[in-house]
Nanobody
Framework: QVRLVESGGGLAQAGGSLRLSCAGP?????????MGWYRQAPGKQRELVAT???????NYVDSVKDRFTISRENVKNVVHLQMNSLKPEDTAVYYC????????????WGQGTQVTVSS
């Protein structure tokens, strides 16, 4: 079983920054076709925040455009989410996600990391 591991969550003031990172196992040799981040606030549906493919195609949810930046290191299956100009509404548990086209879009998840933004 492949499990993604997130780090970098925590507390921030409104207008501040955090950087999330996520990695697959060091022994996993396959480059994930797509990696990204979802988030879920209490009482709300989990939503896709940002994704990046192994060839560099990026998508963001409208609410984070111009504030968040996703990037990845393909060889190590590491993905980062640089979050700037944080707002209280960014408060959520952030989940790393990855999937593989070559395995019929099999997908993997991290355990989640809490991001809390105060006013």
């Amino acid at each position: 079983q492949v499990r993604l591991v997130e780090s970098g969550g925590g507390l921030a003031q409104a207008g501040g920054s955090l950087r999330l990172s996520c990695a697959g196992p060091d022994t996993f040799a396959t480059t994930f076709t797509e990696m990204g981040w979802y988030r879920q606030a209490p009482g709300k549906q989990r939503e896709l925040v940002a994704t990046i493919t192994k060839d560099g195609r990026i998508n963001y949810v409208d609410s984070v455009k111009d504030r968040f930046t996703i990037s990845r290191e393909n060889v190590k299956n590491v993905v980062h989410l640089q979050m700037n100009s944080l707002k209280p509404e960014d408060t959520a548990v952030y989940y790393c996600h990855a999937r593989l086209l070559s395995y019929n879009w099999v997908e993997f998840w991290g355990q989640g990391t809490q991001v809390t933004v105060s006013s």
